[in-house]
């Protein structure tokens, strides 16, 4: 596998941001579509960039997919606590999928939580439908928390986002 994970460069985050809000919309998890709200965050990497640090998967120059890592106590930052660091935005091309690009961007993000001090655990959210997601989450030692569960548009029942952490 000759992917290379590294910091996402100015120049690849419209692409990152279309395959983010691609995967979302191909993938069912967005409520309104392309008038969902959400989906300008999903688009918007600069902003993203901005708060935490994007990471991107990289084949010769072609962006597979991407993820935001979000330092302890970061502005990006949705459930984490004190010490703890936060995966948000994991996204992977349809045509990449099942070739280790997901793994391979949450290992590079529980690697830079590892190596960011005071920090002991790793917290993510996730929708209930995101299998392949939760697969590799528990492949890498993730356990979920559903005590932490919660969610973002509390008006709407059915969008509880299911929790997960690691003990680093």
Known sequence: MDIVIRAAEPEEY??????TAQAYLQDGLLDFGESDEYLGELRDVAKRAAAADVLVAVEHDRVLGG???????GPMADIARTGEAE??????????RGRGVGEALVRACVARARATDGCVRMVLSTQRTMHSAHRIYERLGFRRTPERD???????????LLTYDLTL
């Open 14 to 19: 419209d692409a990152l941001g279309e395959i």
């Open 67 to 73: 993820v935001t890592f979000v330092p302890a106590g």
């Open 87 to 96: 995966i948000r935005m994991l996204a992977v091309t349809k045509e990449a």
């Open 150 to 160: 919660w969610n973002p548009i509390p008006h709407l029942d059915d969008i509880t």
